[in-house]
């Protein structure tokens, strides 16, 4: 079982900047990808940045140039440096985590969520 948790959110003024941080920890053979998916109210769960185990990124067209998602290997744990908030960024934040256990079989385990407000 692999468990998955977030940190940092909060509330930000536009213009603003937040570090969220997310920890995986528990017993599997690999942890490839991890990621921030977020959820406004009302809206589907979207992808903000995903990043694999060879720090390979990838980023949704509406934060590219203002967040950048890092990742410490040693510590399984990825981060997300967001710069520039604007209210529209206002959201739970999610963290995702992806490998495969020691049976060879994939996870695919989520965070609770840490709530991003950006408001003046």
């Known amino acids: 079982q692999v468990q998955v948790v977030e940190s940092g959110g909060g509330l930000v003024q536009p213009g603003g900047s937040l570090r969220l941080s997310c920890a995986a920890s528990?017993?599997?053979?690999?942890?490839?990808?991890m990621g921030w998916y977020r959820q406004a109210p009302g809206k589907q769960r979207d992808l903000v940045a995903t990043?694999?185990?060879?720090?390979?990124?990838n980023y949704a067209d509406s934060v590219k140039g203002r967040f950048t998602i890092s990742r410490d290997i040693a510590k399984n744990t990825v981060y997300l440096q967001m710069n520039s908030l604007k209210p529209e960024d206002t959201a739970v934040y999610y963290c995702n985590a992806r490998g495969y256990n020691w049976r060879r079989l994939p996870y695919d385990s989520w965070g609770q969520g840490t709530q991003v407000t950006v408001s003046s």
């Open positions: 990043i694999t185990s060879g720090g390979s990124a």
């Open positions: 528990g017993s599997f053979f690999s942890l490839n990808d």
